[in-house]
């Protein structure tokens, strides 16, 4: 057995090291995406405040076929209680250019929204899972990341036997490498459902492009016949070549709130509009339930037909509400921060567990030791992964306000923002010695975070004083949460302070925590 | 090596042959056995590292992606007759 757990041991380390600052990047921005509304919605600071929209769908189909009669396919996002703004997409066959187009609609006027151009909470929410990769790569990455990540779970429970005693054990005044191993271990078991969950449920949402072997040998390669037949996705059906008006949207949607018995629409989706085969399907809302996109309705696009009606039971009930337990779209906002902080104790216990690497491997001053290539290379990757990333995040959100509104291609400077940002972080993190690296990084976090809320009031956001007062709560959250961010990394910074200006100390309390160690083992020892 | 391929392959065999042989819709069963692959996937990576030596935990995975691509095969013919 003891061999078992020492081969666990080494693989819960190296397949943790390997994918690590991939895993942090993919925790942080994801969970970060549990706001993407919320974060949308303070990076648009021109739009009022979410106001009726009750003809929102009706509005938005008469844009569509003013902007494109002739699409293939139209969808559209209806606005709810966290998004004001009604998305639009445009899909076409050759011909007429571009292929894909999206836009933005003010809900209640019909017109297209007039706040800046940018990609907002989205950003952070594509980057989690595609990396901003083109094409599947960064998906295929991200997918081996997430396997490897349930890997290191698992053997990190098995090379971890007393689990509910360390449940109440931190030291943080003992050796650092003792307080890191102690904060890694309560960060995992604290929230270790949540880590296995959201871990797995991320693999279920894209595991049709990783496994599709099942589809495969069960439907002898044809995917899209799956997907339709288990009412996955609607392929759009050919164009007649027949022009026929659509049906007005009114009766349908009435007639799918009865069979929703009131649970709010989510999405339209309009297959060959304008033609005579075309075809009008209706999802819920993600707010209603826990499984995701679990019912929809499809109508004939001409005469209003009911075709079908999907409540799907067994197997695909099951897949949409682990699909819908990853996006966490059903949450209210306590459930939310749970969410919220349960995705920060996952980016904290990986982070964590890449410094714990550093810190056992740390060559030992008295040996007068240099740290080899490999070692500083870790604990370079190290700072620009842990640090270096919020502060991309950071100046995305400083890009946001500062990159001018008129500017043409201004989502893209954003972005382009974001990964300069985080490339000067890795340059910094490679030629600065560590412990300055580290302290110098936090101190430029703590300033960026801590001062969002006042750039925010300063270039047209609605200042946090007027958000509280006037109960905009999203706002208000969203400057609380920037500022409550900067002192957390006001704390780290000021702890290194401290660390750096006593060194000495340090070593000093290390040497004693490893007799108190030493000690508490003996006592281990007498008691079994 | 041996966990990554391996135990790749022995999770898209389980995927594939749930997919085929479970007793139930086939959109279902294809549900069903992807879903599961996942779990085959990092359970075999687990499996691979307990094993003593990497000879053994090879042999184990040919034979038992082995068996399973047998399973879709017979699946195949009995389907096919």
Not at chain 1, 126 to 142: A, E, K, Q, T
Not at chain 1, 155 to 167: A, E, L, Q
Not at chain 2, 26 to 40: C, E, F, H, P
Request: net charge positive; proline share 5%.
């Amino acid at each position: 057995m003891g061999s078992f757990r020492q081969s666990m041991a080494w693989l819960h380390t190296w397949s943790g090291l390997v994918v690590g600052w991939l895993l942090f990047a993919i925790f942080l921005t994801g969970t970060a995406s549990f706001f993407r509304q919320e974060i949308s919605l303070w990076m648009r600071p021109e739009l009022p405040a979410p106001g009726n929209a009750s003809d929102a769908a009706a509005l938005a189909l008469d844009r569509l076929q003013l902007i494109a009669p002739d699409a293939r396919r139209w969808l559209v996002d209806l606005p709810d209680e966290r998004d004001p703004l009604t998305h639009l997409y445009v899909w076409r066959d050759g011909g007429r250019l571009p292929a894909f187009e999206r836009e933005a609609l003010d809900a209640a006027t019909g017109q297209p929204s007039t706040a800046r151009a940018t990609y907002g909470g989205d950003f952070l929410y594509y980057f989690h899972f595609d990396l901003h990769m083109p094409s599947i790569w960064g998906r295929l990455i991200v997918g081996a990341a997430a396997v490897t990540m349930l890997v290191a779970l698992v053997s990190g429970v098995i090379i971890h036997r007393r689990i509910f005693r360390d449940f109440f054990t931190f030291r943080p005044g003992s050796a650092a490498r003792r307080a890191w191993l102690d904060g890694h271990n309560l960060l995992a078991v604290l929230a270790l459902p949540f880590h296995f969950v959201i871990t797995y449920t991320g693999l279920v949402t894209l595991m049709f492009l990783y496994m599709p072997w099942g589809i495969d040998a069960a439907y002898m390669g044809d995917r899209q016949a799956f997907l339709t037949e288990a009412s996955l996705a609607t392929s759009s059906p050919p164009a007649a070549g027949v022009p026929a008006p659509l049906a007005p949207i009114g009766p349908l949607l009435e007639r799918a709130s009865r069979r929703w018995d009131g649970d709010a629409l989510g999405r339209i989706d309009v297959h060959r509009p304008g033609d005579a085969n075309a075809l009008i399907e209706l999802t819920v809302s993600g707010s209603a339930g826990l499984a995701h996109r679990h019912r929809q309705i499809t109508f004939d696009g001409v005469t209003g037909a009911l075709l079908i009606d999907s409540d799907p039971g067994g197997a695909r009930e099951v897949y949409a509400v682990l699909y819908g337990l990853h996006l966490g779209r059903f949450a209210d906002p306590p459930l939310r921060w749970l969410y919220f902080v349960s995705g920060l104790a996952g980016t904290a216990m990986i982070g964590s567990g890449l410094v714990l690497w550093v810190a056992k491997r740390r060559p030992k001053p008295v040996e007068g030791g240099r740290a080899s290539f490999g070692h500083r290379l870790v604990e370079a990757l190290n700072i620009a992964a842990i640090a270096g990333l919020p502060i991309a995040v950071a100046s995305f959100f400083w890009a946001n306000r500062l990159v001018p509104v008129g500017l043409s291609e201004r989502a893209d400077w954003e972005v382009g923002c974001f990964f300069a940002a985080w490339a000067v972080t890795a340059g910094h993190a490679a030629l600065r010695p560590p412990a300055r690296a580290w302290l110098e990084q936090f101190t430029i976090a703590t300033l960026m975070f801590a001062l969002l809320p006042l750039l925010n009031g300063l270039t047209g956001g609605t200042h946090l004083v007027d958000s509280l007062s006037q109960g905009r709560w999203v706002l208000a959250g969203f400057d609380l949460a920037m500022l409550a961010t900067g002192f957390g990394f006001a704390g780290v910074a000021s702890v290194l302070a401290r660390r750096a200006r006593a060194p000495s100390k340090i070593r000093e309390g290390a040497g004693r925590s490893g007799r108190e160690r030493m000690g508490a083992e003996a006592i281990e020892r007498r008691s079994r | 090596m041996v966990a990554v391929f391996g135990g790749y392959a022995l999770a898209a065999a389980v995927g594939a042959c749930l997919a085929v042989l479970l007793p139930i819709t086939r959109s279902d069963a294809v549900l069903v056995g992807t879903l599961a692959s996942g779990l085959v996937y990092v359970a075999s990576v687990i499996w691979v590292f307990a094993a003593a030596s990497v000879r053994r935990a090879l042999v184990r995975l040919i034979l038992s992606v082995a068996v399973l691509g047998g399973g879709i095969l017979l699946s195949r013919l009995a389907a096919g007759q």
